[in-house]
């Protein structure tokens, strides 16, 4: 089945720890999305990719970075210097042209204590 | 900086009732206006608008788009409690698919 797999569902770590949140996906996509989900604040962007081996800056991109070296992968990493990074994170794909409809992963729920 | 806003932040209604999501958004290069439902986790598409004043249908939903006005509605009729859910819209802008956001309606249908 064609899909968007993001890994691990729940994770937990420790204040001051990096963290890498895998996506996975086999739709032949070109274009790849991390978003964060808090309560009462809806998806925003992180990062985007519209092709390999490049990436831009969303609206919240302090603290977190990636990386795309292979068109079906595009992980998240959330460092340390990320301030609050309990949260929801959403990874998603399109392919282009424009105009296109996103497909979602099922998301990974992060918690740092 | 873009802007996209829904109304109300949550709804709860009984079932058969109708309800109407609101979605207003001030973007620079506008591309689309999507609709996603988001039940527990990944958010599953509804309906992408790029023209004004054509309503899109699905059974019991439906949605159209006032590129003038800079808004959009979804109507969900006939309500059910498998509607609850958070209904999220979001704005294509620019090149690359970007999609911008809004903080989603929470709707509850209650028996």
């Known amino acids: 089945d064609g899909g968007i797999t993001q890994s691990p569902k729940y994770l937990f770590r420790k204040e001051g720890q990096n963290v890498t949140l895998s996506c996975e996906q086999n739709?032949?996509?070109?274009?790849m999305y991390w978003y964060r989900q808090d309560p009462g604040q809806g998806l925003r962007l992180i990062y985007y990719?519209?092709?390999?081996?490049?990436?831009q800056k969303g609206d919240i991109a302090e603290g977190y970075s990636v990386s795309r070296e292979k068109k079906e992968s595009f992980p998240l990493t959330v460092t340390s210097a990320q301030k609050n990074p309990t949260a929801f994170y959403l990874c998603?794909?399109?392919?282009?042209?424009?105009?296109?409809?996103?497909?979602f992963g099922q998301g990974t729920r992060l918690t740092v204590v | 900086e873009d802007k996209v806003v829904q109304s109300p932040l949550s709804l709860v209604v009984h079932e058969g009732d109708t309800v109407t999501l609101n979605c207003s958004y001030e973007?620079?290069?506008?591309?689309?206006l999507l609709w996603y439902k988001q039940e527990k986790k990944a958010p599953t598409f509804l309906f992408m608008l790029?023209?004004?004043?054509i309503e899109k249908k699905s059974g019991r939903l439906s949605s159209i788009l006032d590129k003038k006005e800079l808004f959009s509605i979804l109507n969900i009729t006939a309500t059910q409690t498998g509607d609850s859910a958070i209904y999220l819209c979001?704005?294509?802008?620019?090149?690359?698919?970007?999609?911008?956001f809004g903080t989603g309606t929470q709707l509850k249908v209650e028996l």
């Open positions: 998603a794909s399109s392919r282009e042209p424009m105009n296109t409809e996103a497909f």
């Open positions: 739709l032949n996509h070109d274009a």
């Open positions: 990719s519209q092709i390999v081996n490049d990436f």
């Open positions: 973007v620079t290069n506008f591309r689309s």
């Open positions: 790029t023209s004004s004043g």
């Open positions: 979001a704005v294509g802008v620019g090149g690359g698919n970007k999609l911008t």
